[in-house]
């Protein structure tokens, strides 16, 4: 269980940096270019944000989750 939250975590926060990174520099990170889609035009940073929280959130529950 630990594994699976920590790698959605990492997915998260990289999608969240994408959207940050994307919409300071207009530019995709190429091996995370299928998260594109999450985002509606205009609500791309509060998207981010939120994907950055969740994020958070999910790397905290994986380091308090049992390691079984």
Known sequence: MKGILSFL??????GGLQGIIH???DTW???MGF????YVDGY???I???LLVLGTAL????SKAPKG
């Open 48 to 50: 981010s944000i939120a």
């Open 44 to 46: 791309e940073i509060f």
């Open 9 to 14: 975590s990492f997915l998260l926060l990289v």
């Open 29 to 31: 990170i190429p091996l």
């Open 23 to 25: 919409e300071a520099f």
């Open 59 to 62: 790397a905290t529950a994986a």
């Open 35 to 38: 998260l594109r889609y999450l």
